[in-house]
């Protein structure tokens, strides 16, 4: 520290000392703030904690990011709403308040290949982890092999696993293959294990009058799961075209130019 500054480094120890770390840190810059702004002695140890309280909160967002499984990236912010304008910009936003989360309200996002239902399932649980909820996200295929995997443990000893004690379970690609019978019993499981103690979003290429098709070709067994999805639902369709082909639509429009093909080493190809 300056020389202007020693005598804080007692205090900084001390903050160290107390876990207080960003706190220490930083102190230098607060006590010229609170001279500046002339703070009173209680809201300059007010803005003390409130920077410690906010880089304990960065840590743990940074954490669950990690642990949750989310792809990266994925957020609202990022997300091409003048791509898909037919999306219910305010329902999303709405649903970005995470009240779905704490009421145990589920999320169907549906509708065809590449037009932003993972991108948005994805950005709700980025919305989640910060609000302060625990978040798993799984591809269908790799939710299989997790469930299958611990289809012998007891129902007590499951309680323990992030897709039934996490807040928010983000279930992704429903509906690209169909499930076996044994696999369908397992998502069915899953579903009512979850059901009323925990909101699941889920996204599905298949509108849910399809499903039957998903699950073993088993109808009373899709009754029966959607039966608790759609108890508490809030259903997404989103129509339109693929965000990942816009590049080829517009290679594919008459008078585009393409790239010419670099020429031959061996000099001009007569024809």
């Known amino acids: 520290m300056t020389r202007g500054t020693t005598t804080l480094e ?7 000392a107390l876990g207080l770390d960003q706190a220490a840190g ?23 904690l409130t920077r410690q309280l906010e880089h304990k909160d960065e840590r743990r ?7 949750s499984g989310l792809p990266p990236g994925k957020t609202l912010e990022g997300f091409d709403w ?25 999320v169907l996002f549906l509708g065809p290949p590449g037009v932003g239902k993972s991108h ?22 790799d939710l299989m092999h997790v469930l299958k995997a611990d289809a012998a443990i007891p129902p007590a000893r499951l309680r323990a ?26 998502f069915f499981r899953l579903v009512s294990a979850r059901y009323e103690k925990g909101a699941i979003v889920l996204t599905s290429n298949k509108h849910v009058r399809d499903w039957p098709e998903i699950f073993a070709g088993d109808e009373i067994l899709t009754t029966a799961i959607l039966d608790r999805l759609l108890h508490h639902v809030v259903v997404i ?21 393409t790239a010419s093909p670099p020429p031959s080493k061996g000099g001009p190809t007569k024809t």
Do not use: W
Request: glycine share 4%; net charge positive.
């Open 237 to 257: 369709h989103i129509d339109g075209r693929s965000y990942r082909l816009r590049d080829l639509d517009a290679l594919l429009k008459p008078g585009t130019p």
């Open 10 to 16: 007692p205090v900084a120890e001390r903050l160290t």
């Open 26 to 48: 930083c102190l230098p810059e607060l006590v010229e703030e609170a001279t500046r702004e002339k703070l009173a002695p209680v809201a300059f140890l007010d803005r003390i």
């Open 61 to 67: 967002v940074t954490t669950m990011l990690k642990l």
């Open 82 to 106: 003048s791509f898909q304008p037919r999306v219910d910009r305010r329902q999303i936003e709405t649903l970005a308040t995470c009240s779905f989360v704490r009421e145990k309200v589920n």
């Open 161 to 186: 696993k992030r897709y039934l004690n996490a807040g928010l379970v983000i279930i992704d690609e429903v509906g690209f293959r169909p499930l076996d019978r044994s696999e369908a019993n397992l």
């Open 120 to 141: 948005l399932a994805a950005a709700l649980g980025v919305k989640a982890i910060k609000n302060g909820f625990s978040v798993a996200h799984f591809v269908l295929d």
